[in-house]
T-cell receptor, first 114, second 110 residues
Framework: DTAVSQTPKYLVTQMGNDKSIKCEQN?????MYWYKQDSKKFLKIMFS???????INETVPNRFSPKSPDKAHLNLHINSLELGDSAVYFC?????????????FGSGTRLTVV | RKEVEQDPGPFNVPEGATVAFNCTYS??????FFWYRQDCRKEPKLLMS???SGNEDGRFTAQLNRASQYISLLIRDSKLSDSATYLC???????????FGTGTRLKVLA
């Protein structure tokens, strides 16, 4: 009955590879997000989808491509992985009316590029 | 100036102490405010929303000062289990984007 689930939890891969991270939420939220938390622990938004529509696209290399097949799923594909991509990637979801509900986060995917 | 700023700490306090954190935000049109807690190697979890009139949840009290553009979190009777990083989060008006501060690290010592 996990609310926001991400897979895989850990991902170790070589430079130049292509990898995907999947996220699913069963909270009935209509907005989903990808955040990156770097080694200094700063959480920075990358993308957001509302009802499958891309609404936030921060300055992220175009090697990163999100895909939302439906409002309960948001996947992240990364091409040509680089050492600097090593970080923890968090998926989150919320109601679009925001208000005082905040986000619910997944448990994170720890990506290590070697 | 960063959109959301916090003192990174660490704040080292003994068990039973009262500790307070502040967080300042730059966008005066910000509408929603939150405190999140993040344990080491875990995801952030919503601790409490911050309402205009201030609000309390057990040992935790949150305040909002719109004039000075800051929010605060007060923790009374600190427990060892309160040791974590506390993240200030702000959402602007008419936006889905929540901006996170870099967090304030709290260590409660026995």
């Amino acid at each position: 009955d996990t609310a926001v689930s991400q897979t895989p939890k850990y991902l170790v891969t070589q430079m130049g590879n292509d990898k995907s991270i999947k996220c699913e939420q069963n909270l009935g939220h209509d907005t989903m997000y990808w955040y990156k938390q770097d080694s200094k622990k700063f959480l920075k938004i990358m993308f957001s989808y509302n009802n499958k529509e891309l609404i936030i696209n921060e300055t992220v290399p175009n090697r990163f491509s999100p895909k939302s097949p439906d409002k309960a799923h948001l996947n992240l594909h990364i091409n040509s992985l680089e050492l600097g991509d090593s970080a923890v990637y968090f998926c989150a979801s919320s109601h679009s009316n925001g208000g005082n509900y905040g986000y619910t986060f997944g448990s994170g995917t720890r990506l290590t590029v070697v | 100036r960063k959109e959301v700023e916090q003192d990174p700490g660490p704040f080292n306090v003994p068990e039973g102490a009262t500790v307070a954190f502040n967080c300042t935000y730059s966008n005066s049109a910000s509408q929603s405010f939150f405190w999140y807690r993040q344990d080491c190697r875990k995801e952030p979890k919503l601790l409490m929303s911050v309402y205009s009139s201030g609000n309390e949840d057990g040992r935790f009290t949150a305040q909002l000062n719109r004039a000075s553009q800051y929010i605060s979190l007060l923790i009374r009777d600190s427990k060892l289990s309160d040791s974590a990083t506390y993240l200030c989060v702000v959402r602007g008006s008419g936006t889905y984007k929540y901006i996170f501060g870099t967090g304030t690290r709290l260590k409660v010592l026995a």
